[in-house]
């Protein structure tokens, strides 16, 4: 409960195990040896600190060959020791991350790390002083039979600083051969050795051209001919299933072109095609209409216009939708839906505002799009991610305080941003903007950032989650971001293994800091009326350490020393009471508790509306218990339970 947490881990996926074990290619499109892994290999295994960092530009396949290295490196030991390393990935959740603490790095004996800080190393405050802590960090991890892998960008690792800093980098300048990695997925990784002549270049010799060949070149990367490789696997072996399979890889960029140059001078066609992108799988009339609500049109009346045009199944298949009874989809091309949007995004930006106005009526209770929010969201983040531009998150955040500020608007943003906080390119910029408006005035604003602390976000960066609800339980006033962010916090503390974290950095807040938020925070965590849960635990841990119990009695002075909590601390001595009087905590313990704070706050206005009551309000039988247990000074010690001066008992 004291110490201080680590950085969470979790185990490198199966999946990219055995890319590493069944799959591993070392040619680049010229032939040339890749020596990135070898050379990795050599950094962990050189009698110098086991550490080696993977730096260069993206799309070299700087990860697999840190996966690959690690993986090598725990061959190795089961054979020379009898029992291979533990591979897992530390997410780089830093409190500060342009100042990251290297003490908060895991370090359990017989494990490979891989740390992968390349989105965000370019803005380490102090890049030399952190690369040496971390080189020390790895001399540590020799002493335990372990091994770090860091993955950089291409200029962010200081290696100019000093001589240990340059000797552990293992630089990629070669990438893998794109068709090499495409062909050793198909057969090893998906089992489908007979695809492979789908992938086969005009070099190869052995067949005509394959459909899928064009699709890659000398510059594409490894990561793309592994998707290539996947798409092939899923289709069946008819034409037509190929055919969307290659569709799907170029994201539909012919036929999204071929569309809208065909509608050039049909609004009414393109704003059907973005009501049926948004709303797939309704029926062909509600899509309609919310295509007239885009446009800002009324219903037609006229009924020579009425009955003039193609019908509309003829004019939404025309748009690449299909239309199966009054239901219409774009399933059966997938990834058409962001393409569209994509291409729409890009070409027509004035249409950003009113896309996002829309897209919030939509949403509203009772609206068609009520009921589509997380297939929405889902779009909207992989536009952000496709275009690799935070512009695209900037925007949508600016939508926050433009919307109609309803809980699903705010719902529908959370999700977004929850997302994109952990993308491979953008999450480093995302994860700074939500600190940046976990400390803004708007209420709403707040109320997003609490939202996505009660997500996913949570936990996988459970320390930034943790620094994003101070800010936000800081404010002012009590608002609804507070109490959300109360939630998120209760949430959070109730993850499994989560709530030493939390409650270190809580009673840190609280009794170091006497932080507003740690106050807030500190009451809320312990509130049993929502789940008893935290609060049993940890008056579990009160009654077998000390200190643990120490920390509950000064966490109640602080408090109860704020007088802008006390109306919390009302309540949560009303809350205690009656999980006392219902067994669900110790009685004892809590009496005890609250006897020593009694002591130091008598006359406080919680503790004295405890003690003596208050005029006009009718304690319930729980409090009057709880008040007749408590020891009071001998002076205040005379009376009956009910009146002003409880008696003992």
């Known amino acids: 409960m004291t110490s201080k947490p680590q950085l969470p881990v979790a185990d490198i996926p199966k999946a990219e195990l055995d890319v590493v074990r069944l799959a591993w290619v070392d040619l680049s499109a ?103 802590q971390l080189v020390s960090y790895a001399e540590e991890l020799s002493f335990l039979g372990s091994y770090l892998v860091v993955i950089a960008d291409e200029h962010g690792w200081p290696e100019f600083v000093s001589g240990a800093l340059a000797r552990v980098v293992a630089r990629a300048t070669i990438r893998p051969s794109a068709h090499r990695v495409a062909r050793m997925h198909l057969e090893y990784v998906h089992g489908m050795p007979d695809r492979i002549r789908w992938l086969n270049t005009a070099s190869s010799g052995t067949g005509p051209v394959g459909d899928a060949a064009r699709l890659l070149t000398d510059s594409s990367r490894p990561a793309d001919a592994a998707r290539l490789a996947a798409t092939l696997a899923s289709v069946d072996d008819s034409p037509e ?37 948004f709303l797939d799988g309704k029926d062909a009339l509600t899509i309609q209409n919310a295509a007239r609500t885009l446009l800002d049109e009324p219903r037609e009346t006229n009924v020579r216009t009425i009955l003039t045009g193609p019908d509309l199944t003829t004019r939404l298949t025309g748009m690449g939708a299909k239309v199966a009874g009054r239901t219409v989809t774009l399933d059966h091309k997938p990834g058409y839906a962001r393409a569209v949007l994509l291409h729409l995004w890009q070409q027509r930006a004035d249409i950003h505002p009113p896309l996002l ?83 803004e005035a708007s209420e709403a604003v707040a109320t997003v950032v609490a939202l996505v602390c009660q997500g996913e976000f949570a936990e996988h960066y459970p320390r930034q989650a943790l620094v994003r609800l101070r800010h936000i339980l800081d404010r002012p006033e009590p608002d609804g971001a507070v109490r959300v962010a109360q939630g998120a916090l209760r949430d959070m503390a109730a993850r499994d293994g989560q ?39 940890m008056l579990t841990a009160a009654e077998q350490k000390e200190d643990v119990k120490e920390a509950l009695v000064q966490g ?68 009057i218990e709880l008040r007749k247990d408590l020891r009071l000074p001998a002076a205040l010690s005379v009376g009956d339970s009910h009146g002003h001066a409880p008696s003992e008992s």
């Open 30 to 132: 010229r032939d040339e040896k890749v020596e990135t892994a070898n050379e990795a290999i050599g950094r962990l295994t050189g009698g110098g600190p086991r550490l080696a960092v993977i730096a260069g530009p993206a799309g070299h396949g700087k990860r697999t060959a840190g996966v690959k290295a690690l993986w090598e490196v725990s061959r190795s030991e089961q054979t020379t020791r009898g029992k291979p390393l533990k591979l897992q990935e530390i997410r780089p959740d830093w409190e500060r991350p342009g100042s990251p603490d290297i003490s908060v790095l895991p370090d359990e004996p017989g494990t490979g790390y891989l740390l992968d800080v390349a989105a965000e190393i370019g803005s380490w405050q102090n890049s030399g002083n952190v690369a040496t």
């Open 241 to 277: 299933s190929l055919n969307t399979a290659l569709g799907t890889f170029q994201e539909w960029k012919s036929d999204v072109q071929k569309v809208f140059k065909n509608t050039e001078d049909n609004p009414d066609d393109r704003a059907l095609l973005i009501s049926a992108l």
């Open 357 to 439: 106005k829309w897209l919030d009526a939509i949403t509203s209770p009772k609206e068609p799009g009520a009921d589509q929010r997380a297939p929405m969201s889902d779009l909207l983040v992989e536009l952000a991610v496709a275009e690799n531009d935070f512009r695209v998150i900037r925007q949508i955040h600016a939508w926050i305080d433009n919307g109609d500020k309803s809980d699903e608007h705010l719902e529908l943003i959370a999700r977004v941003l929850t997302v994109a906080a952990e993308a491979d390119t953008l999450g480093a910029q995302v994860r700074a903007l939500l600190l940046e408006s976990a400390q």
């Open 499 to 537: 709530l030493p974290r939390v409650w270190s950095t809580v009673i840190k807040w609280a009794t170091e800091k006497k932080h507003l938020a740690g106050h807030r925070a500190f009451l809320s965590l312990l509130d049993p009326r929502v789940d008893p849960y935290v609060l049993q635990v």
């Open 556 to 623: 109640w002075n602080v408090a109860l020393a704020d007088s802008r909590v006390d109306a919390d601390c009302r309540e949560l001595l009303t809350a205690w009471a009656q999980a006392r009087k219902a067994e669900q905590v110790p009685a004892k313990l809590v009496t005890e508790i609250l006897n020593q704070v009694v002591v130091q706050h008598l006359y406080s206005t919680p503790i004295s509306a405890l003690i003596f009551g208050e005029p006009g309000v009718a304690n319930d039988e729980a409090v």
